[in-house]
Each structure stands twice: as C-alpha cells, then as structure tokens.
T-cell receptor, first 119, second 111 residues
C-alpha cells in the first residue's frame, strides 16, 4: 500500500518555542492532506484540511495562526505549532489521499504520528 | 457522514475469531462502511470497506446486514498484535473529506 511518512516521530520542546512536523507521501502524489490531533484515551480530531497550492481549511476551534500549515508540493505538507504551550502536548497525525483517487481505491493513508511534549 | 455506534471495549482469546459489531442505522444508499484500526501510539491503518456485499481480504472479513443498518468486522484468528482500537466509519466513497473517527472499540487479545 501507499506510504505516508511523518517526521519526527517524537519531539520535546520548551514552552514558547515552535515545532515543525513534516508529512510526506513517499510513493504517490497527494492533492489533499489532513491533520489530526489525538489526546490521551481520546479519538482522532480533525484539525485542518490542507490542499496543495492553497490555504488550509481549519476546523472550528483550531487557531490558524497557531497551527501553521503549508502544502507547497504534492508530496509534502508541514504543520508548525507556534509558541507551543504544555496544553499543545498531543499526538499529531497526518493523512493523505492520492491524486486522481477515484472509486477504485479510496482508503486514506496515515502517517505514524508525532508525539509532541511541551515542557 | 452517518453516525456509527460501537461497543467501547471487547476481549478475545488469542487464536479465536474476533467479531466487532457496528451499528449504522442512518446509513444512506451511497455510503460505504469503512474499518480502520489504531495500534497504540501509531497512525490508523486501513482494514477493509464495503457497500452491501460481504468483503474479505488478507486482514479481515466484513459482514454487512441486508438492510445495511449494521455490520461486523471479523478477524478470523486474532493474535496479540491485533490488540488495537477499531473504528467503524460510514462515508461516501471517493469523498474528499476527512474521516470522522468516533470512539471505536478497544479490542484486547489475550494469551
């Protein structure tokens, strides 16, 4: 199956600093990537939808100036958590859909996730 | 996307079949049933999906009732590595929207 690589898998940062998380589709082109956040013992919550070459669409309650998303190419989307605070500590997961994906194969492919701890 | 209901947790003995139910009574005619699982501290993994016919692949079987209001994911010979949270999601195939994850079923496979 298609591979989505997320980096880093784990990061610890100081409060007030920024952290960038990368999501790459390794063997397909992704016109759309999704960013999720998951708190302990909770389900995945969609943060934003990232479309290549255009601005991301954020879910209600997600601050676009705090969670900067860039999808500059068909294989890379980045999420930058700016001025991180301890309450931003969470598991961040990206997902990608392939370009031209029609009715024949529509499962979403997920990265392995990034565990962010803000101290 | 139609709402789904799953039991919060289930246990299964290693080597036995794990049958995970899902209710989706408000499913519409063009919505598919998808199953994903998430092993602890990993991203979700696609398992299987179907519309109305039963489906089988190398990972699992999906049984959908005739009225499509419920379905069952079957792991025929559960192993310890199948311990995970299993999510049943109903959506239109080829939709460009993100998956809407509910709470899922936490499956514990015991030795």
């Amino acid at each position: 199956g298609a591979v989505v690589s997320q980096h880093p898998s784990r990061v610890i940062c100081k409060s007030g600093t920024s952290v960038k998380i990368e999501c790459r589709s390794l063997d397909f082109q992704a016109t759309t990537m999704f960013w999720y956040r998951q708190f302990p013992k909770k389900s995945l919550m969609l943060m934003a939808t990232s479309n290549e070459g255009s601005k991301a669409t954020y879910e209600q309650g997600v601050e676009k100036d705090k969670f900067l998303i860039n999808h500059a190419s068909l294989t890379l989307s980045t999420l930058t958590v700016t001025s991180a605070h301890p309450e931003d500590s969470s598991f961040y997961i990206c997902s990608a859909r392939a370009m031209g994906q029609g009715t024949s194969n529509t499962e979403a492919f997920f990265g392995q996730g990034t565990r962010l701890t803000v101290v | 996307d139609a709402k789904t209901t799953q039991p919060p947790s289930m246990d299964c003995a290693e080597g036995r079949a794990a049958n995970l139910p899902c209710n989706h009574s408000t499913i519409s005619g063009n919505e598919y049933v998808y199953w994903y699982r998430q092993i602890h501290s990993q991203g979700p993994q696609y398992i299987i999906h179907g519309l109305k016919n039963n489906e089988t692949n190398e990972m699992a079987s999906l049984i959908i009732t005739e009225d499509r209001k419920s379905s069952t994911l079957i792991l025929p010979h559960a192993t310890l590595r199948d311990t995970a949270v299993y999510y049943c999601i109903v959506r239109v195939e080829s939709s460009g929207y993100a998956l809407n994850f509910g709470k899922g079923t936490s499956l514990l496979v015991t030795p």
